[in-house]
Every structure is written in structure tokens, then in C-alpha cells.
């Protein structure tokens, strides 16, 4: 349950309970909708946030670990609040994971879309399945922070580099492997049976 | 010379996503399902609210009045993704997309035929009154609206 769209198994069990979230939507009904999505999943949101100037306060001042917010707000917009979080500075909240939502990304946001430095970006309609896919995906997110001339964020690049050599040390591909292998010798077994 | 740096980080959720305790998937799932449900008939009052909103918008009647004119249908229509998306409303999801994709493409300060606002807005207003299961009708509606978007997003450029 780490790739980029990979189907979540249901018997996965994850805790994100005790997460310090945040939702920013200048929507009241869409920040109702993905609070209420957010604790389904276990996870309390701390600050529900109807502008971006309203998070920034809040970020200056308390420690976040997940941050969902809508990319089209008017004033400070996702995109520049993402862009600001990431230069300012702030530890540990200027590597939090970020995804943005969106309902429609207009042509000339897409450069900013990926640009801002946040973790994913979540095109609606979000389906619950959807969203925990993504929350799960950022949370398991390894990618390290790179700065390159104007961008500071996580690494663009999702493809694999090249594997070192060696034992391989990453938990997340550890777990897969032990789980494919137990698929495996569940599936030979009951061939045999 | 591009000075590129790389900062190895890991988030307090990764450390706490795999500690004793939690939900399973399956049940998280479900809950979610459980509380969003709640919602789903303020939602189809909301998608109403912003249905009528579009088709109350008249056309800019001086240049001055384009863009603020154009930015509320924009807004309107995006709000009913925002509103109808968790509900699996991909009728509805789509039209409004739709709307979004023209008002997008065309360039700033040009005036759009403003009939394509009103027959985004009738399509929507069926859609919400057409019974689940009438899919073909649907269908159609969305074809419709699709060519429309095509011409519309392609003549833009």
C-alpha cells in the first residue's frame, strides 16, 4: 500500500489518530465534507481553516502533520500557501505533508501544481477511497526535500532509482515483500489442498 | 551553477502510521462512507442552490463585466464538483467540468456565447431530477456537452 494508485487491502491497518491535521477551504460545505471523511479514517482535524492568512497564523505558531487544502481559494490561493509553508523556515511544519484538492486545475495553475512542493495533488471528485489512498500515500511518502533554484519540496521524480546494493532497508518494501510471500505460499498451499 | 539541496526527512506521520493500534482500511472506509452520507442530502441542496445560480447569471453586458462574470459561473460550476464529487455524482461532476474546461480555455476578457453557461446549467438541472437509474438519458446529456466543450476548447486553442 504504497504506490502511487495502489488499491488499499481492507484487513490494512494503519494509525493516524493521534495526527495534528489541518483543512483549509475557503468552502464551508467542502471542509465539512473532508473533515468528516478525515474521522472516518481516525484522524481528528485540529484546525479547519477557511483561508489560507487563517492557516499561515496558525502554522507560525503550532506544529501540523497533515495539512489538506483547496488549491482555489480566493486571495491567497493553495498554490501560494503550499509555496510560502515551504520557504518559511518553519520546523517541522515546512516538511509536513501536504495534499492539495482540486475541483477543476486551471491551465495556467498546472505549472504552479507542481511547483508549490506539495506531497500530491488530489483532483475531485474525491471518493473516501480516494482520499485515504492519498492520505496513506503521503504518510509512507519517502522522498526527500530538494531545493533547486525557485522549488522547495519534495522530490519530483517518482520513479525508482537505480536499487544499491545490498540488503534491502526500506520498511515499506520489506512489508510488501513479506506480504507477497505469504500471498504466495497462501496461494500454494491451498493449491495443494 | 544551479545549487541543488537534499534534505532526507522523515514526517511525524510516517513515524505514527505503524504504531499499535488504529483501523483497519475496511473499516475506515466504511465509516467514512457512514459520515459523508449524512451530508449527502445538503449536498444535492447545495448542488440545487448553485444550479440555480448559473442559470440566474446574465451575460456581461460591457466589456468591464467579463471577467467577474465569467469567474462566477467558473465558481459555481466548481463548487458543484466540490459539493456532488464525494457522493459518486459523476453526472453532475462531469457537467460541471465541463462548464469549467470552456470558461478555462477561452482567453481573458473575451465574451463567451453565453447559451453554453445556460445549457450546462439545464443539463445540470435534469441530471439532478432524472431518476438513478436512467443512465442512457444521461449519457446522452454528457455527449452532448461533450461536443460542445470540444468545439469550444479547441477553436480556443
Not at chain 1, 460545505?29 to 483561508?51: D, N, P, R, W
Not at chain 2, 449536498?43 to 467579463?66: D, Q
Not at chain 2, 470552456?102 to 443539463?123: E, S
Not at chain 2, 449519457?139 to 486553442?157: H, M, T, W
Request: charged share 25%; net charge negative.
Amino acid at each position: 500500500m504504497t504506490g502511487v494508485g495502489e488499491t488499499l487491502r481492507d484487513s490494512a491497518i494503519f494509525n493516524l489518530g493521534s495526527a495534528v491535521t489541518m483543512v483549509i477551504d475557503d468552502s464551508s460545505f467542502a471542509l465539512e465534507l473532508t473533515t468528516q471523511a478525515l474521522m472516518g479514517f481516525g484522524i481528528k482535524v485540529k484546525y479547519a481553516c477557511h483561508s489560507a492568512v487563517e492557516a499561515m497564523d496558525i502554522l507560525k505558531e503550532s506544529d501540523v502533520d497533515l495539512i489538506v487544502v483547496d488549491a482555489d481559494m480566493p486571495g491567497m490561493t493553495g498554490f501560494d500557501m503550499v509555496r510560502w509553508l515551504r520557504r518559511s523556515d518553519l520546523d517541522p511544519n515546512a516538511y509536513a505533508p501536504v495534499i492539495l484538492m482540486a475541483a477543476h486545475v486551471r491551465r495556467k495553475h498546472l505549472d504552479q501544481a507542481r511547483d508549490c512542493g506539495a506531497n500530491f495533488l488530489v483532483t475531485k471528485p474525491f471518493s473516501a477511497t480516494t482520499l485515504l489512498e492519498r492520505v496513506v500515500w503521503v504518510a509512507r511518502d519517502q522522498r526527500p526535500f530538494l531545493g533547486v533554484g525557485d522549488y522547495f519540496g519534495p522530490d519530483r521524480r517518482f520513479r525508482d532509482g537505480e536499487r544499491r546494493d545490498g540488503q534491502e532497508r526500506r520498511s515499506d518494501r520489506i512489508r510488501r515483500a513479506e506480504f507477497e510471500a505469504a500471498k504466495a505460499t497462501q496461494s500454494s498451499s491451498d493449491d495443494a489442498a | 551553477m544551479t545549487v541543488v539541496t537534499w534534505t532526507p526527512r522523515k514526517s511525524r506521520l510516517s513515524k505514527m502510521i505503524d504504531t499499535p493500534g488504529g483501523v483497519s482500511v475496511g473499516v475506515a472506509l466504511a465509516q467514512a462512507r457512514a459520515h459523508l452520507a449524512v451530508l449527502e442530502p445538503r449536498s444535492l441542496e447545495r448542488v440545487a442552490a448553485l444550479i440555480a445560480t448559473l442559470k440566474s447569471l446574465v451575460p456581461p453586458s460591457a466589456p468591464i463585466e467579463i471577467a467577474s462574470r465569467l469567474e462566477a459561473a467558473y465558481q459555481a460550476a466548481s463548487g458543484v464538483i466540490d459539493a456532488a464529487g464525494p457522493f459518486e455524482r459523476h453526472d453532475l461532476c462531469a457537467a460541471a467540468t465541463s462548464l469549467c474546461d470552456v470558461i478555462d480555455a477561452i482567453p481573458p476578457d473575451t465574451l463567451l456565447d453565453w447559451r453554453i453557461v445556460q445549457v450546462h446549467a439545464r443539463a445540470m438541472e435534469l441530471m439532478l431530477a432524472l431518476p438513478r437509474e436512467a443512465t442512457a438519458e444521461r449519457g446522452k446529456v454528457l455527449e452532448g456537452l461533450a461536443e460542445v466543450r470540444a468545439i469550444k476548447v479547441q477553436s480556443a486553442g
